[in-house]
């Protein structure tokens, strides 16, 4: 049984940093890619990034190029969303999830796990 649980999630301001923390539980992280995804009311999952089971290659969204980081360490079984330069446009809850299969990573539907999401407020 897999288990994901993020935090670090909050109340920002506009330009400010934040960095998100997604703790892996269970089987063996490195057979898993790892992606972030995020979602407000009313819309689907949004991709933002993900990174491959060794975390040597990532890609973004444009939305999150430049600004955001994805980070893996398969040691520690955790990853992580670096995010810069903040902007009310990013409030959202924020979901990591982790697929084992090589099916795009921008696919919500293509990861088996998620966790319960934290939520991010970038006031203006």
């Known amino acids: 049984q897999v288990r994901l649980v993020e935090s670090g999630g909050g109340t920002v301001q506009t330009g400010d940093s934040l960095v998100l923390s997604c703790a892996f539980f269970g089987d063996v992280f490195n057979t898993y890619g790892v992606g972030w995804f995020r979602q407000t009311p009313g819309k689907e999952r949004e991709f933002l990034a993900a990174?491959?089971?060794?975390?040597?290659?990532?890609i973004y969204a444009d939305s999150a190029k430049g600004r955001f980081a994805i980070i893996r360490n398969n040691v520690g079984k955790t990853a992580w969303l670096q995010m810069n330069s903040l902007e009310p446009e990013d409030t959202a809850t924020y979901y990591c999830?982790?697929?084992?299969?090589?099916?795009?990573?921008?696919?919500?539907?293509?990861?088996?796990?998620w966790g319960q999401g934290t939520q991010v407020t970038v006031s203006s």
């Open positions: 999830g982790v697929r084992s299969s090589w099916l795009e990573p921008e696919v919500a539907a293509n990861y088996e796990y």
């Open positions: 990174t491959s089971r060794s975390g040597a290659g990532a």
